[in-house]
């Protein structure tokens, strides 16, 4: 069982960085690859960023390629994501997801979920 929550969510201005994390709970975080996921109002929850369990190999959505960043410290338990050049479209409340396996953009695969964290982006 893993038990993940989310912090650093918030309000921002366009053009504005904002970096979040995702504490894990138990002593086997390297053993999952992680991911953030977003969800706007009105809108499907979609992937954001993924990261391998030995944080060697990441995955971007299109998206958000070259504006974010995802990371972890496996000696923390916890896995970031740098937030840069944000725009409204931005404003979602994102998701930490765990998968006890390797790499992927699909939600459904993710095993765990944090309860997520409001980002807000102004214009």
């Known amino acids: 069982q893993v038990q993940l929550v989310e912090s650093g969510g918030g309000l921002v201005q366009a053009g504005g960085s904002l970096r979040l994390s995702c504490a894990a709970s138990g002593r086997t975080f390297s053993s999952y690859a992680m991911a953030w996921f977003r969800q706007a109002p009105r809108k499907e929850r979609e992937f954001v960023a993924a990261?391998?369990?030995?944080?060697?190999?990441?995955v971007y959505a299109d998206s958000v390629k070259g504006r974010f960043t995802i990371s972890r410290d496996n000696a923390k338990n916890t896995v970031y994501l740098q937030m840069s050049s944000l725009n409204p479209e931005d404003t979602a409340v994102y998701y930490c997801?765990?998968?006890?396996?390797?790499?992927?953009?699909?939600?459904?695969?993710?095993?765990?979920w944090g309860q997520g964290t409001q980002v807000t982006v102004s214009s």
């Open positions: 990261i391998s369990r030995s944080g060697s190999n990441t």
């Open positions: 997801a765990a998968r006890y396996s390797g790499v992927t953009t699909t939600g459904l695969a993710y095993d765990y």
